[in-house]
């Protein structure tokens, strides 16, 4: 079954604007990642945030997590043109360290 | 390059043929595994290694076949495949729990 699930589907924003995109999951999980995908490549793991965390920065990504909700949220700010891909988030639900992805969303940043 | 690597990059086969799809990694990373990206549908898991021993198949048809001869090379044996079975298959590698995967730039296969 589908552990993670993004919203929205697709995001479509003007350079420069910020992008939030959510996950919401189903069970009590270890961990959570967010990846990014440009077309028909492999993944690209941007950030990854413990159960035991509520926020965390890399650059312009910022991660938050709320266990409660069942729920996380990646904002991009400042986004680029070369900021389009789909980024998928992924729920570490404590078997072995076994990765369940959502279906994506995809952002396009016009320039 | 990521420093998984998988080949071919592109693969066409038909349903009577046998082919093997590889990744190798170099990252010094206990476990690997096999997902299966279709159109419009989640990453799926298929096969996961830890240090070389299968620890996960995910109720995968017995036409995929892995095999993990050490921690640095992983095969997907095909056979008898489906036109359905066409995708995009990706390969990870990661050292242990509360790592992020790296990834290989994937496989895209077309059975026809």
């Known amino acids: 079954s589908q552990q993670g699930e993004e919203d929205p589907q697709a995001l479509s924003i003007q350079e420069g604007e910020n992008a939030t995109m959510n996950c919401s999951y189903k069970t009590s999980i270890n961990n959570l990642q967010w990846y990014r995908q440009n077309s028909g490549r492999g993944l690209v793991h941007l950030i990854l945030i413990r159960s035991n965390e509520r926020e965390k920065h890399s650059g312009r990504l910022r991660v938050t997590l709320d266990t409660s909700k069942k729920s996380s949220s990646l904002l991009i700010t400042a986004s680029r043109a070369a900021d389009t891909a789909s980024y998928f988030c992924?729920?570490?639900?404590?078997?072995?360290?076994?990765?369940?992805f959502g279906g994506g969303t995809r952002l396009m940043v016009k320039p | 390059e990521t420093g998984v690597t998988q080949t071919p990059r592109h693969l066409v086969m038909g349903m009577t043929n046998k082919k093997s799809l590889k990744c190798e990694q170099h990252?010094?990373?206990?476990?690997m595994y096999w997902y299966k990206q279709s159109a419009k549908k989640p990453l799926e898991l298929m096969f996961v290694y830890s240090l070389e021993e299968r620890v996960e198949n995910n109720s995968v048809p017995s036409r995929f076949s892995p095999e993990c001869p050490n921690s640095s090379h992983l095969f997907l044996h095909l056979h008898t495949l489906q036109p359905e079975d066409s995708a995009l298959y990706l390969c990870a590698s990661s050292p242990d729990r509360d790592y992020g995967y790296t990834f290989g730039s994937g496989t895209r296969l077309t059975v026809v």
């Open positions: 990252l010094g990373h206990n476990a």
């Open positions: 992924a729920t570490d639900a404590g078997a072995g360290n076994m990765l369940t």
